[in-house]
């Protein structure tokens, strides 16, 4: 079955320094990947969709790669701050076309001032 | 536009007692979703709904229902709930197109005793 996996332990940066966090996936070759912010006793918010045909994506401070070959993809947060501290999680299409997502656990990051 | 609103936001029920948590969404949006989030477990797709009209199940629809009564609204139902459905459920909706971002709602907390 797909397997998505991500840094399960938190992730400490300090402010101002480039975030990166991994997501790794097998048994499967998704047509794109979606990368999501959760913040405490809230539902997650959608931040970056980057399709398989993609190398790099950005939006702001973000960043996301997709590197096919090695089923992983990279999301960078650039210049990090206090209010990046969240967790963010991984999401590709679920396999065979079925409708939904498919969540990787999430990494919860904490920016420290 | 108030986006995904979920009821109730938190409940408490006793083992066997059932419930039916109530999704509305005003973006006109095709496709629902439920999912549940539970510690180091990440988010699963219990039940969605590509259409009005129609429902199928995702990787855990055991001891749930749903039904989509409307374009707007796509419920979930507990029969006779056990302490294992313990968790945050996740309403969602998305405009089902070849890339499928989903916004989400805020959740309801449920606690089974």
């Known amino acids: 079955s797909q397997k998505i996996e991500q840094n399960s332990e938190a992730l400490n940066i300090q402010e101002g320094k480039t975030a990166t966090l991994t997501c790794n996936y097998t048994n499967y070759s998704p047509a794109y990947l979606q990368w999501y912010r959760q913040d405490p006793g809230r539902g997650p918010v959608f931040l970056l969709l980057?399709?398989?045909?993609?190398k790099e994506k950005r939006k702001e401070r973000l960043k996301v790669t997709f590197d096919t070959t090695l089923k992983q993809s990279l999301f960078h947060i650039t210049a990090s701050q206090p209010a990046d501290s969240a967790t963010y999680l991984c999401?590709?299409?679920?396999?065979?076309?079925?409708?939904?997502?498919?969540f990787g656990k999430g990494t919860h990051l904490i920016i420290q001032p | 536009n108030a986006g995904v609103t979920q009821t109730p936001k938190f409940q408490v029920l006793k083992t066997g007692q059932s419930m039916t948590l109530q999704c509305a969404q005003d973006?006109?949006?095709?496709?629902m979703y439920w999912y549940r989030q539970d510690p180091g477990m990440g988010l699963r797709l219990i039940y969605y709904?590509?259409?009005?009209?129609?429902?199928d199940k995702g990787e855990v629809p055991n001891g749930y229902n749903v039904s989509r009564l409307n374009k707007r609204e796509f419920s979930l139902r507990l029969e006779s709930a056990a302490p294992s459905q313990t968790s945050v459920y996740f309403c969602?909706?998305?405009?089902?197109?070849?890339?499928?971002?989903?916004?989400f709602g805020p959740g309801t907390r449920l606690l089974v005793l």
């Open positions: 709904s590509a259409s009005e009209g129609t429902t």
């Open positions: 969602a909706s998305t405009e089902r197109g070849e890339w499928e971002t989903q916004y």
């Open positions: 973006m006109n949006h095709n496709s």
């Open positions: 999401a590709l299409e679920r396999r065979g076309g079925a409708d939904g997502l498919t």
């Open positions: 980057i399709r398989e045909n993609e």
